[in-house]
């Protein structure tokens, strides 16, 4: 099964607004990554935290991570047309090197 | 720096052909991954390198798959002989190293075995 599971699993907001995804995990992490996928496209590394992080940000980008919850949240902020894609979390297992990825949120952002 | 570069972008082959699919990761990065999306599993991690080395094939679905990185800027992931299950996008990723790196994606394959 999916390390990590993205909630909810579609979203569609107005330019403008601002959007939130999360993502939940089952074991210990090293750290958790968000990624943006757009249509046909690779994966694009947008942020990284750290297990001992609790909120990260880079540009209009907020991320937060609860690991007593094994949760974190992706938060755009003043979303755009072209923030619509898919948004995947990816968890950095502890112990591995390995990354296991979510099952991803598509965000439709409406102009 | 040109990113992860990836060959073919599409490949369209007939079931029981043999199916190469190519890599070159940047330039200094010494990680190397192998990664398989469909709708139905998502992204799936098949098997990492690094220097060159194979670490954990444990994700390789089966004897049909091998990969191999003869050298720091060339990798391939082999299929033979392919099915239909196979048909899948396929995604080489590079990092600087194991740990606090992000991963960088090349463009991927989008295969389909008919």
């Known amino acids: 099964s999916q390390q990590g599971e993205e909630d909810p699993q579609a979203l569609s907001i107005q330019e403008g607004e601002n959007a939130t995804m999360n993502c939940s995990y089952k074991?210990?992490?090293?750290?958790l990554q968000w990624y943006r996928q757009n249509s046909g496209r690779g994966l694009v590394h947008l942020i990284l935290i750290r297990s001992n992080e609790r909120e990260k940000h880079s540009g209009r980008l907020r991320v937060t991570l609860d690991t007593s919850k094994k949760s974190s949240s992706l938060l755009i902020t003043a979303s755009r047309a072209a923030d619509t894609a898919s948004y995947f979390c990816a968890t950095g297992l502890s112990g591995t090197y390995k990354y296991i990825f979510g099952t991803g949120t598509r965000l439709k952002v409406l102009a | 720096d040109a990113g992860v570069i990836q060959s073919p972008r599409h490949e369209v082959t007939e079931m029981g052909q043999e199916v190469t699919l190519r890599c070159k990761p940047i330039?200094?990065?010494?990680?190397l991954f192998w990664y398989r999306q469909t709708m139905m599993r998502g992204l799936e991690l098949l098997i990492y390198?690094?220097?060159?080395?194979?670490?954990?094939d444990s994700g390789m679905p089966e004897d049909r798959f091998s990969a191999k990185m003869p050298n720091a800027s060339f990798s391939t992931l082999k299929i033979q002989p392919s099915e239909p299950r196979d048909s899948a996008v396929y995604f080489c990723a590079s990092s600087p190293g194991t740990g606090s790196y992000g991963y960088t994606f090349g463009s991927g394959t989008r295969l389909t075995v008919v």
């Open positions: 390198f690094n220097n060159n080395v194979p670490i954990d």
């Open positions: 074991t210990s992490i090293n750290n």
């Open positions: 330039s200094g990065h010494n990680s």
